[in-house]
């Protein structure tokens, strides 16, 4: 069985290694993009399960991207998780992504995401 | 915010130099002031005094004069009554008396008075001429022969005249002298008192100076106290939030690798990384609560109202401090009562670390037996938040004590229980910023229960 594919889009090295190994863990693939003009690029690529999206990145900030994820069609079914610290932001965001994390994100609170990410996910494949 | 008031109240303690320069200022002041009104009082006394001698000295002269005057009109009256004298010898007599009242009268006044040298000679002038009135008196009465007498009587008025004038000089003399003496006085007076108006004036301005000085000192002192807790809050705020990042690095690589995400441990290593997590769990409750308390004081922390599951309040703090727990041989459970909604009002975050604290707390004040979350419904309109813990316990006393900050049950405590000291005060304060009450009971030796009442406020 094939396992669905997380894009952690987070220029933070430490917390994007701690996404990778969380979501490894709980059966995800995962690719690290760390710099927002690469994310703009990926988005030619084929589609992931889900993004991880941190707001604050070099070059292309996080709410660009995101607006770019949803005009990208083949982005459409993929689960936007958008993670950062700065809770106003994340109040102005709301409805925009499938769910939003305050940062800090604990590994537990990964795992349970994972889990229930993964289940969606094989509904809906 | 209460707690910097308090702050800012001990800071105005004033240290011994302001103190002094306050007394020192208060001081000069009151002896500004008394300076002044004693010398102008002791002044006017001495000026009253002046002017009774004065004028008790020139009635006398004036008595005197007076005397004179009335000896030489009877002299005249004798005189020209001499062609014809009824009853000469009473007469006589009348003038006798007369005399004999101008020279006791003479004696007592030059006696009394010290007269200035320049007044010397008219009063030795004065008391020539009296000694020779007073012969004549002597050999008017010895001689019968009225011719005699009408010459004695007439050399007798011309004495008179001269005793007359010479008393006259004298008075003016002595008016002319005393109004310069008056004069000399009022203006010695006028000065001195200028001179002291003067000085109190200045010693007023003086201290007056003083005291703004003094005021000025203490307010930018104040105000240096009010921007350096507020740097200080600053830069706790900035460490604290730079020091969580780290933080939460080491402690998702811990918690991974105990898991085994980067391949399987050996037992000792194990342990190991768990020995690391736990530690780090520690640091970053510590870390937490300096934020908040931070943030608190600089009135940033704001507190989000928002759904959360009850579930997963108990689910984050297990999993934070199972690993604390389980190293003591301690039992950590958890119920919520079936009347409890799925969901809940409130910020998750701060309900997390309301609940870390105080089930860290104990923890570490718990040697054996379990500690038990649990969350209910006391009424409809309420929810409870609750810890129970079989540990040392805290005294009646000593119950109120343990929501300020910093504080242990003994302080001696700190060392064998570490922290910082700040998890119940910051309990007590984020739960009483979330419209929340916590409550303590305890039995020393046996435990105690902590509980916070929430206002019930369901999702819609």
Redesign the interface.
């Known amino acids: 069985m094939n396992k669905p594919l997380a894009l952690i889009i987070e220029d933070?090295y430490?917390?994007s290694?701690?996404f990778s190994?969380?979501l490894?863990?709980d059966e995800f693939e995962t690719e690290i993009i760390r710099d927002g003009r690469d994310a703009i690029e990926r988005l030619k690529g084929p589609a992931p399960a889900i993004v991880v999206l941190d707001l604050h990145l070099p070059y292309v900030d996080g709410a660009t991207i995101l607006k770019q994820i949803h005009a990208t069609e083949s982005f459409s079914s993929t689960a936007i998780i958008v993670a950062t610290a700065d809770?106003q932001q994340a109040d102005s965001l709301q409805g925009q992504a499938d769910l939003i994390l305050?940062?800090?994100v604990?590994?537990?609170?990964l795992h349970?995401l994972a889990k229930r990410l993964l289940i969606r996910w094989r509904q809906n494949t | 915010m209460t707690d910097k008031k308090k702050l800012l109240k001990n800071r105005w303690m004033l240290t011994p130099v302001e103190i002094a320069g306050i007394v020192l200022f208060i001081l000069l002041t009151i002896s500004g002031v008394v300076v002044s009104v004693q010398d102008a009082l002791q002044l006017r006394r001495a000026l009253d005094l002046n002017l009774t001698q004065t004028i008790i000295l020139n009635q006398g002269i004036v008595n005197l004069q007076r005397e004179v005057q009335l000896t030489h009109k009877e002299v005249l009256r004798l005189l020209g009554n001499l062609d014809n004298p009824p009853k000469p010898i009473t007469r006589f007599d009348f003038v006798k008396i007369q005399v004999n009242n101008l020279v006791t009268q003479v004696e007592s006044q030059t006696r009394t008075y010290a007269f200035p040298e320049t007044d010397l000679a008219i009063v030795h002038e004065i008391e020539g001429e009296t000694a020779v009135i007073d012969r004549m008196i002597a050999s008017l009465d010895e001689s019968n022969s009225p011719t005699l007498q009408a010459v004695t009587l007439k050399s007798l008025d011309s004495q008179l005249d001269g005793l007359e004038s010479s008393i006259k000089q004298l008075v003016d003399r002595q008016a002319t002298l005393q109004r310069e003496e008056i004069i000399q006085t009022r203006d010695s007076l006028t000065a001195s008192q200028r001179t002291d108006v003067i000085v109190g004036i200045v010693v007023t301005i003086l201290s007056f100076a003083l005291a703004n000085l003094f005021r000025r000192t203490l307010t930018s002192r104040l105000q240096q106290v009010v921007e350096s807790d507020r740097l200080k809050g600053q830069l706790l705020a900035n460490v604290s939030h730079e020091l969580?990042?780290?933080i939460?690095?080491i402690?998702?690589?811990s918690?991974?690798m105990s898991?085994g995400?980067?391949g399987d441990l050996s037992d000792k290593q194990k342990t190991t990384v768990q020995r690391v997590l736990i530690n780090t769990t520690q640091l970053k409750g510590m870390v937490d609560n300096l934020l908040d308390r931070a943030q608190m004081e600089q009135g940033k922390l704001?507190l989000?109202k928002e759904p959360f599951v009850p579930a997963?309040l108990i689910?984050?703090t297990h999993?934070?401090l199972n690993i604390l727990a389980s190293t003591k041989n301690l039992e950590l459970t958890s119920e919520i009562t079936p009347d409890v909604p799925t969901a809940l009002n409130g910020d998750m975050?701060r309900l997390q670390q309301i609940l870390f604290n105080l089930v860290s707390n104990a923890i570490k004040f718990t040697e054996k037996g379990s500690v038990h979350i649990r969350i209910s419904l006391p009424d409809k309109e309420h929810w409870a938040l609750q810890v129970t813990d079989t540990g040392i316990g805290i005294t009646p006393e000593k119950q109120t004590q343990v929501f300020a900050p910093f504080w242990q049950v003994d302080s001696s405590a700190t060392r064998h229980y570490r922290g910082s000291g700040l998890g119940l005060s910051i309990v007590k304060q984020l739960s009483e910023l979330m419209g929340g009450s916590v409550s303590l009971t305890s039995q020393p030796e046996k435990g105690s229960t902590f509980t916070i009442i929430f206002p019930l406020e369901t999702q819609k």
């Open positions: 933070d430490d917390l290694e701690i190994a969380a490894q863990r809770a305050l940062k800090p604990g590994v537990n609170q349970e | 969580r990042t780290p939460n690095a402690q998702g690589y918690q991974l898991e995400a980067y704001t989000r997963d689910e984050s999993s934070a975050l």
